[in-house]
């Protein structure tokens, strides 16, 4: 049973999506996938630290022979971006060729997915899409067709199940919202 709330560093967060809701996002998603990559082997790229509880459910409903590998790139402090992304830990896979979907926790000003595609387009792939558990249509500030969504959520900071306020909250099953 989900706490009806939790308290961040200064912060306090009250429930917004339970982990029954989240699994049930994600089967939807994967489903999808597994349709579109039947015999396409993709290789997912989770992007740390964010994704990783994302991945990880994900990776356990997709049915298909696949391959995945991480990237680190960050832009947020506190609960902000900064609008530069960095890349962190690099791909040591050779991408050429190859069918990419990046896995992405969540798709607020869109700000990483647009520098990671960059990235990863220099690569030659045969084809990138991206998956996100969560996206804020409302925050987006790039032309940008992400395939795969989880949730579309209004403009609220979120935290937990991979999702951070400040490096705290990662390990909750839930997402909660900023009160
Ligand atoms: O669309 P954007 O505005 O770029 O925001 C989305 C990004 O912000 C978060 O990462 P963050 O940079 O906080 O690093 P983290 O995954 O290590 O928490 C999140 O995991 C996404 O990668
Ligand atoms: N934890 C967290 N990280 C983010 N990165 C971009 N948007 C968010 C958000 O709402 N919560």
């Known amino acids: 049973m ?4 939790v308290t961040l560093h200064d912060k306090s967060f009250g429930i917004y999506l339970p982990e029954t809701e989240i699994l049930n996002d994600i089967k939807v ?3 999808r996938i597994n349709e579109d990559y039947a015999s396409l082997n993709p290789l997912f790229v989770a992007v740390l630290n964010g994704s990783f509880m994302f991945a990880s459910d994900l990776l356990k409903e997709v049915s298909m022979p696949c391959e995945i590998s991480f990237m680190k790139v960050s832009s ?3 609960t ?3 609008g530069q992304v960095t890349e962190l ?14 896995l992405e926790d969540i798709v607020d000003t869109g700000n990483t997915v647009v520098k990671l595609l960059a990235m990863l387009k220099e690569r ?4 990138i899409e991206i998956a996100t558990l969560l996206q804020k249509p409302e925050c987006l500030k790039h032309e940008l067709s992400v395939k795969y969504i989880g949730r579309e959520i209004p403009n609220d900071f979120v935290v937990g199940y991979g999702l951070d306020y400040n490096g705290l909250g990662r390990n909750l099953r839930d997402i909660y919202k900023v009160l």
């Open 2 to 5: 989900a706490s009806q709330s």
């Open 89 to 102: 830990v690099g791909l040591k896979e050779n991408v050429a060729g190859r069918h990419l979907v990046i």
């Open 124 to 127: 030659n792939p045969a084809s």
């Open 76 to 78: 947020y402090e506190n």
């Open 80 to 82: 902000t971006s900064t």
């Open 29 to 31: 998603v994967a489903d």
